[in-house]
């Protein structure tokens, strides 16, 4: 008896279960927030590294030799350089060269790849039944990126784990309790516009509504609403606060909880596209068929009461996938046999770069290059670019636009 209660197994007699689990909750979170201050200090928020020269041609498209001219010719403002003369370029300053190219370069279009006149906004939820799929590992990549390229994003936490939240370097635990998040825009008393709760993060161009554990009231409250008939309904809510602030993005990024509940449909139903991550295994492949059965049903009953939805597209990606790992490979091939262009080509690799990566709320984007081992770094930045490149085209295709 005392080995299992010194193994964590029992709590002592003067203290109940609960407040064990409230005083472990409070310890965890002691310590989780000396370790993001030390991580993160000694600024008490993020901040986003500088990117090279390479880099910021891969990014905008122009070459290394063009920008070494623009910059003796005095067309692009003077950045920081490094010991070796290097220079250094922050995200704003890499916009404020896409500005510049738009308007002198050739084919100055392609620098600003976002919203033109008469393009509607684009919102993507990434979505799966089970926990563990790398939804938000996808979103977060996913919206940095085409921060990084040149859209206006704003990422959208509707999981009340938070985990997209934690990941701007937020302690939704201790900063969004009783309000700040995303269900004061979408709860039935009282709404706040969709503006009152969006943070402005250290990404040019990307901003985030962030979650909280508060969000999960917004199951108990939907069916309360709907046995009382409540209005705007649920399958309205998200597509209502969205058009508050339309006209300032051209991207939302959508994180769902990994469940079917009413958070995820009201997700779902103001959503332009849906990206369905799913783990190349038996189990994953299975659990994510019973997802799309129970997800068609819930979407069918809805558009016979409020008419069809408006998906440009609804795409897979394999996620965690190991090229050498043959069960792994043949779930793929038989993922793709049924599902054909409905996935993705790009996978997206399982790395030690994203796990290690995460023990300090970054990602691979945000990481100096230094840190990786080279080879591991371009192997999973090919990986990460490569399926946001393959979903960028997809979102131009729903503009209009030709992408050959």
Request: with cysteine; glycine share 6%; charged share 25%.
């Amino acid at each position: 008896m005392d080995d299992r209660r010194q193994a964590g197994l029992f709590t002592p007699q003067a203290e109940s279960i609960s407040e064990s689990i409230i005083r472990n909750a409070a310890t965890l979170s002691d310590a989780l927030d000396h370790h993001m201050r030390h991580s993160f200090r000694p600024e008490t928020r993020k901040t986003l590294r500088k990117f090279s020269p390479a880099e910021v041609s891969e990014l905008t498209g122009i070459s290394l030799s063009n920008l070494r001219t623009r910059h003796q010719e005095g067309d692009f403002p003077d950045v920081e350089t490094d010991a070796r003369g290097r220079r250094l370029y922050d995200a704003a300053e890499i916009a404020q060269i896409r500005e510049i190219m738009a308007q002198t370069g050739r084919n100055g279009h392609i620098y600003q790849p976002g919203r033109r006149e008469g393009d509607a906004l684009q919102v993507i939820s990434v979505v799966n039944f089970k926990g563990g799929s790398s939804k938000t590992t996808t979103a977060i990549h996913l919206a940095q990126r085409y921060a990084l390229r040149g859209y206006r994003v704003l990422a959208v936490d509707m999981d009340p784990q938070a985990s997209l939240t934690t990941m701007f370097g937020y302690r939704p635990e201790l900063e969004f309790v009783d309000h700040g998040t995303v269900y004061d825009a979408l709860r039935y008393e009282d709404p706040v516009p969709m503006s009152q709760v969006i943070r402005k993060t250290y990404f040019h161009n990307l901003d985030l509504a962030p979650a909280g554990l508060l969000l999960s009231e917004y199951e108990t409250e939907t069916a309360y609403a709907l046995q009382h008939r409540i209005e705007p309904p649920f399958t309205q809510r998200l597509s209502i606060a969205l058009d508050e602030i339309e006209a300032d993005y051209d991207l939302v990024i959508i994180d769902c909880p990994p469940q079917l509940g009413f958070t995820t449909m009201t997700a779902l139903l103001a959503s332009t596209g849906l990206l369905i991550t799913v783990i190349p295994s038996m189990l994953d492949i299975a659990s994510m068929a019973q997802f799309m059965e129970l997800a068609g049903e819930t979407v069918r009953t809805l558009e016979e009461q409020a008419g069809p939805t408006d998906w440009k597209f609804m795409k897979f990606m394999i996620a965690r996938y190991e090229p050498t790992d043959v069960p792994q490979s043949q779930m793929a091939g038989f993922l793709k046999s049924i599902l054909l262009d409905q996935v993705l080509h790009t996978p997206m690799l399982k790395s030690t770069a994203i796990s290690d990566a995460g023990m300090t709320q970054q990602t691979v984007y945000e990481l100096e290059p230094g840190q990786i081992v080279r080879k591991t770094r371009d192997r999973i930045m090919e990986s990460l670019n490569g399926v946001a490149d393959e979903l960028e085209t997809i979102i131009q295709q729903a503009w209009g636009r030709r992408t050959d």
